[in-house]
């Protein structure tokens, strides 16, 4: 016959067994996401990319924590980069193919109509946030956020109520919930205060242990260029809205980027998640042509917004994930913006959209693993568009050019068998994808 305390003992082994097996069915936590979208900077202006210019030690230890995508390409502008990230879709299929920058384009914005990965994480049990600039429509005419599957956000309006042109980073003219702040922040930096918003929001998020996705689309360092709040000059101020401001503040602008990268890491921290949580940093597009930054030996390169060039497109992609991404590991595949709606689904266990896409997840390589990788990339501006693969590049008007990396001078020599081959390829990509 048992002893009492044998009966208690197999009583409580057994209860911890049956915890144990629930605990290994049950389906593993969805993981928080972070995305940091970057307004205007190119792959140079990053130390972990061989950039010279800038010190941004946040950016350098996701790098060193997480993966470095060496082929990552965006639209040479900031609204049809914004709309392909969103949408997972090229701009001839979303419909937005143009940066949105004047009131005449009031009826030009991206359709609630396309996907979303919010929309997409929002169904699969996600809170979704939104802080910075949305800038596939103008807010004033067209407040499409809330539809595209955004809970909660604060984004920069473009323009106010009479149609003026406004301002994002001193006196921000902000749009919170459908409602304009701008008076109860005009002493206030724009960027502080979206990421307030975005770290409330997170750690809202937190307290109900509901997963979230938390979108910090960063107006920084985008001009116009003027001081930030730790410049050591504090009287600038730009001579107008449209004015670009001085490039001799880019650095500083650079600076708070990485310092507001810094605070969104610190908050993951202080609420103990960051080992659950994946971070993407990446950036809109190439930086803008009035800025020259120095890159590997010394190499001075001046920045391709709005060109089909890498100069223009190719952009910086670091993601971490603790655990499950190995730290300071690279990944060479080619990875274009439509490829973020896929991999953000996956991510989160979430259904993709009814509606096709043009991207493919690379979960795989983020895991280590060879997955799927492209062959090639789409870019467009307007009617202008460009597929590439490694070494070529073929417009719209079927004409072929050697990729010039960033640093690079073109080939002295051509290859008249490889740019045949390439030629033929990349033609075929135009045919599969149509119009």
Known sequence: ??????????????????SFHARAGDPPAKPNIVIILADDLGIECLK??????HRTPHIDLLAREGMRFTHCFSNPYCSPSRA???TGRYPFKNGLKTVLHSRRQEETYLRPDQPSFARQL??????TGLAGKWHVSLLHKHDTVRAFGFDQYQSWQIFDKEGRKTTRYHQPHLNRNGTIIAGEIKDRYGPDVDAEFLIGFMKASAAKKQPFLAYLATVLPHYPWEPTPDSPEKGYRQPSPEHKGDPKYFPDMVAYLDKTVGRILGTLDELGIAGNT??????????DTGIVNLWRDGVEVRGGKGTLTDRGTHVPLIVRWPGHVQGGSTCTDLVDFSD???????????PLPAEAIHGRSFVPQ?????????EWIHIQHEGKRQVRNREYMLDHKGRLQRVVALGEKPPATRDPGKE????????????????
């Open 84 to 86: 392909t990230l969103l």
């Open 366 to 374: 983020l895991l280590g693993k060879p997955g799927n990788p492209r």
């Open 278 to 287: 994946i971070v993407l940093f990446l950036a809109d597009n190439g930086t």
């Open 48 to 53: 972990s990319y061989g950039g010279l210019s």
């Open 1 to 18: 016959m048992n002893h009492p305390r044998q009966l208690i003992l197999i009583a409580v082994l057994t209860i911890l067994a049956l």
């Open 420 to 435: 045949a081959a390439a030629r033929k390829s990349l033609h075929a990509v135009f045919d599969d994808l149509g119009d």
């Open 122 to 127: 929002k169904q699969a049990g996600y809170a």
């Open 340 to 350: 973020f709606l896929p991999t953000l689904c996956e991510l989160g266990q979430a």
